[in-house]
Antibody
Framework: EVQLVQGGGGLVQPGGSLRLSCAAS????????MSWVRQAPGKGLEWVAY????????EYVESVRGRFTISRDDAKRSLYLQMNFLIAEDTAVYYC???????????????WGQGTLVTVSS | DIQMTQSPSTLSASVGDRVTITCRAS??????LAWYQQKPGKAPKLLIY???SLQSGVPSRFSGSGSGTEFTLTISSLQPDDSATYYC????????FGQGTKVEIK
């Protein structure tokens, strides 16, 4: 069974940092791109970042570029999101999601973590 | 960046009705489009990928169509369990979502 179990999250002051984690099981983690998606309270979904299966590249939404860093550890079957210089607008539930298989066209997200709330407030 | 616009933002329909949601892209996304269903407090669920391919385990009353810049999600016979918010997502260039369509049961 495919599972994505998220950790991290919580309350942080503006300007602070936080690291989210996502532990994968039930599939060949190293073959898949992985994404982070967030949802501000009462709002829609916003794609945040993705990382290619082989770690060769990553992309970010403009609003987090330079502040957030996506990374992965295939040995630990884990995905991470390091969030620095946090602002109130980063307050959201953050989801990790399984993205396309490396080498194949695609980008739909077929499995999602349970989500973790990040609150940026003083 | 590719902007995705859904319409309507909210719709109310009766059980058994045929429901259609539209998604428009600011530039072509070819057929690289997915649809998701999200219920309150839950993670999104993939319904449709590559514009018209039904994800495994999704009821056949859900269907998708379109290409280029205009897409539709159709629920052929609305069921009580379909009350949710639906999102389109392009993956032609990076990723981006529509703003969502909330479907309510009358």
């Amino acid at each position: 069974e495919v599972q994505l179990v998220q950790g991290g999250g919580g309350l942080v002051q503006p300007g602070g940092s936080l690291r989210l984690s996502c532990a994968a099981s039930g599939f060949m983690f190293s073959r898949h791109w992985m994404s982070w998606v967030r949802q501000a309270p009462g709002k829609g979904l916003e794609w945040v970042a993705y990382m290619r299966h082989d770690g060769s590249g990553q992309e970010y939404v403009e609003s987090v570029r330079g502040r957030f860093t996506i990374s992965r550890d295939d040995a630990k079957r884990s995905l991470y999101l390091q969030m620095n210089f946090l602002i109130a607008e980063d307050t959201a539930v953050y989801y990790c999601a399984r993205d396309t298989i490396g080498g194949m066209s695609g980008g739909q997200m077929d499995y999602w973590g349970q989500g973790t709330l990040v609150t940026v407030s003083s | 960046d590719i902007q995705m616009t859904q319409s309507p933002s909210t719709l109310s329909a009766s059980v058994g009705d045929r429901v259609t949601i539209t998604c428009r892209a600011s530039q072509t996304v070819n057929s690289w489009l997915a649809w998701y269903q999200q219920k309150p407090g839950k993670a999104p669920k993939l319904l449709i990928y590559k514009a018209s391919s039904l994800q495994s385990g999704v009821p056949s009353r859900f269907s998708g169509s379109g290409s280029g810049t205009e897409f539709t999600l159709t629920i052929s016979s609305l069921q009580p369990d379909d009350s949710a918010t639906y999102y389109c997502q392009q993956y032609n260039t990076y990723r981006s979502f529509g703003q969502g369509t909330k479907v309510e049961i009358k």
